[in-house]
Structure formats: C-alpha cells, structure tokens
C-alpha cells in the first residue's frame, strides 16, 4: 500500500510538489494528464492552484482529483539541495554534488 499524500503545493510548470506520510517529497508532472477532458481544465492557472488534499488524495474544485497511489507511483522523488559547508564556496559544493551520485561532467582531453 502506498502512502498518503500528507500536504501538496503547485510547483513550476503544472507539477505538484507532494509531501507523503512517510516523509517523502516527490514531484507529479500533471502536463501529460491534460490530454484528458477532465483534466484539460487544469490548464487554467487559477484553477491549477485550488487543490487540496482529502482523505490522502488531491483534489481540485470541479471534482476533479488523483487518487494517493497514482500521485506516489507516477512521480518522481525529489532530491535534496546541498548546502555549502562552512568556508565552501558554491561552485565546490556543486562539484561535489556531482561526485556524490549524480553525473559528472565530461572531461575535457586536449592533444598536445
């Protein structure tokens, strides 16, 4: 059983930012569900913002809603931001953000 949604915010671009009751925060992209008439309205800025969670659900004026298992299974987990450590600059923070498991940048190999 997946957990339910425990507060939700609208982030950039008509993604939800989810907080779950086992503490995790995840994004939905709602974009791909408006090819669906019923969620097509969500288009609507003013509209986008009215949601709420109910019963471990989100839901939207209208009666539109996503149940908690499609939020949890059809998002993607947000990553925490680093911060700098004390006297670490932002540019070695971010290089080490990389190092610790995301991808590298490519190297630069110059012929002599």
């Known amino acids: 059983m997946n957990p339910y949604v425990k507060s939700v915010q609208p982030g950039d671009d008509y993604c939800l930012i989810l907080t779950f009751e086992n503490g995790e925060k995840r994004v939905f992209d709602l974009k791909p569900y408006f090819d669906k008439p019923v969620f097509a309205r969500l288009k609507n800025p003013a509209l986008f913002k009215t949601m709420r969670v109910v019963s471990g659900s989100v839901e939207w004026q209208g009666e539109i809603d996503l149940s908690y298992d499609t939020l ?10 680093l911060k700098p450590m004390r006297g670490q600059t932002q540019a070695r923070s971010t290089a080490l953000a990389s190092v610790r498991g995301n991808k590298l940048p490519k190297a630069r190999v110059t012929a002599k």
């Not at 059809?74 to 931001?81: G, T, V």
């Open 72 to 81: 949890y299974l059809q998002s993607k987990a947000l990553r925490p931001q």
